[in-house]
């Protein structure tokens, strides 16, 4: 409940209230009316590149210890779990993506305010065909640090006393990934919000379908 309150505050401010272009402007001026930042090697390459095959590494190895416990019964009882973990946290990316995908929403570098060709169309506002197709919302690339909200469930079900550092790390992570492009003119403030409102949900449902029978159902 206190997630979806506060991702609806934050829409009210910054959608509504038109928090994000406050946001970005700010950032687009500070780097000379250009979004200077954009092709930096710090973003680019360092946070944005190096940042993304981290978080599938991360994955492939959770993949891998779901499959191997499988095989191995001294890890029995660390099967559901570490399928929830694997599967909840693809899920979750893969959420972001396809609604990215269909969401008709231009980047800030795409749009006329800060350089770019094409006028601002709201997210539930009609895209004329002629603008072509536009998929920036969700933020895609925040949803590689994001999506692992998973370890708060997966660490309350095998050890409790971990799981605000594990939530506390995805966090950090998709907050990272999600400042870097916001610098770069990649996304909006609320692109990020609701990147993390959706990988949360994800990572909720899947620990009430998969982790119920280790009591970590609804977040404490």
């Known amino acids: 409940m206190y997630p979806l309150v506060a991702t609806a505050a934050a829409s009210v401010v910054l959608i509504g209230a038109h928090g994000d272009f406050l946001l970005a402007d700010l950032l687009y001026t500070a780097q000379g009316n250009a979004w200077a930042l954009r092709d930096s090697w710090i973003t680019t390459t360092l946070v944005h590149e190096a940042g993304k095959a981290v978080s599938a590494a991360a994955w492939l190895g959770a993949l891998i210890a779901s499959l191997w416990s499988l095989v191995d019964p001294r890890l029995s009882h660390w099967r559901r779990p570490l399928g929830y973990l694997a599967f909840a946290t693809l899920a979750g990316s893969v959420a972001v993506s396809l609604l990215k995908a ?13 350089g770019g060709l094409q006028p601002f169309v709201g997210l539930f506002e009609s895209r004329p065909h002629s603008m072509g197709h536009a998929s920036c919302f969700p933020a895609g690339h925040a949803s590689a640090g994001y999506a692992w909200v998973t370890l708060y ?6 050890q409790p006393r971990l799981r605000w550092a594990g939530l506390a790390l995805a966090l950090a992570a998709g907050a990272l990934f999600g ?4 610098l770069r003119g990649a996304h909006f403030l609320s692109h990020d919000v609701w990147t993390l409102m959706i990988c949360w ?15 970590s159902g609804m977040p404490a």
Do not use: E, K, N, T
Not at 102 to 114: A, T
Not at 153 to 158: G, P, S, W, Y
């Open 102 to 114: 269909g969401s008709g929403m231009d980047c800030p570098w795409d749009l006329q305010r800060y």
């Open 153 to 158: 469930f997966f660490f309350r079900a095998v």
């Open 179 to 182: 400042i870097s492009q916001q």
């Open 201 to 215: 949900l994800v990572a909720l449902g899947g620990s009430l379908w998969i982790l119920r029978p280790y009591g």
